[in-house]
């Protein structure tokens, strides 16, 4: 193979690994959030995981705060024995803010649901909810997917761009071999020595 596809082979093959290596790592998948959206979430996610209802309850509309305490004790129970949730989906619209959080505990998903929203020009949380599950958030899977095919998508177009440089190179190369004559042979006639007892 000449010298000039080595590179890009080796590129494509590297970046074939690192996509295949790269699916179904959803735990990976983050979104960052605006400062002032995380300045709310964090503390909130936080104060659930201390069982700190009081403290929680600062960022939540007061018609969704829980008054039994029944529900936030289950769902404070769910969050202190998972690793840190990790942003995996952020959505903005006219509505509020939504945001998925995520984190993978051996074959377990624990997972958050947190919608902001304004009330009186504050940004307020008007729902959330933490869950554990033996699989990934349905939303986060579906992203997932499509960035999966996105990949697999940009990989076969490397590899298309890839076959027709090869193609190209090829093609000139025995072009330029047909159209270089080759180097005659030199003829020579033979010399005639004539002696002298023949003339």
Known sequence: MPRILLMPVMVVMLLSAFLVSGCDRHADVRATLPTATAAITKPFLDAVRRGDQKAAEKYVAPEFIDDTGVQFAKMSAILKDAPPLVSAIYQRDTQGQFIIFVAKDQDKWVSSQVQLGSINGKQVIQYWDIKSEDKPPALLAHVQTMKDVVNYGLLGVGFAVLATI????????????????????????????????EK
């Not at 080759?182 to 007892?197: F, L």
């Open 166 to 197: 090869a193609l190209v190179i090829w093609a000139i190369r025995n072009r330029t071999r047909r159209v270089l004559p080759s180097s005659p042979t030199e003829m020579r006639a033979p010399a005639a020595t004539v002696r002298d007892n």
